[in-house]
Nanobody, 116 residues
Framework: QVRLAESGGGLVQAGGSLRLSCAAS????????MGWYRQAPGNQRELVAD???????NFADSVKGRFTISRDNARYRVFLQMNSLKPEDTAVYLC??????????WGQGTQVTVSS
């Protein structure tokens, strides 16, 4: 079992920045991919960005050039730096990890609100 704890959400004005952090604990040895999804009210959950243990990254088209993702493999942490935030980025951001067998684990989520 993997447990995830997120931090760093909040309220920011459009054009501002936030940095989300997520720390994994428990059965972390088999973690492969780490990343973030988001879900806005009335919308489906969508992938924001993820990063493999080897450092390969993947981003949603809507955040390319504005968001970066990084991870600390030694401490099983993943970070999402969000710049040039837009009101449409408002959502609950959920940290997730995928183990080597494809199992997903989810955090509780952290609210990001971008005001116009």
């Amino acid at each position: 079992q993997v447990r995830l704890a997120e931090s760093g959400g909040g309220l920011v004005q459009a054009g501002g920045s936030l940095r989300l952090s997520c720390a994994a604990s428990g059965s972390t040895f088999h973690i492969d991919k780490m990343g973030w999804y988001r879900q806005a009210p009335g919308n489906q959950r969508e992938l924001v960005a993820d990063i493999t243990s080897g450092g390969s990254t993947n981003f949603a088209d809507s955040v390319k050039g504005r968001f970066t993702i990084s991870r600390d493999n030694a401490r099983y942490r993943v970070f999402l730096q969000m710049n040039s935030l837009k009101p449409e980025d408002t959502a609950v951001y959920l940290c997730y990890v995928q183990d080597v067998w494809g199992m997903h684990y989810w955090g509780q989520g952290t609210q990001v609100t971008v005001s116009s």
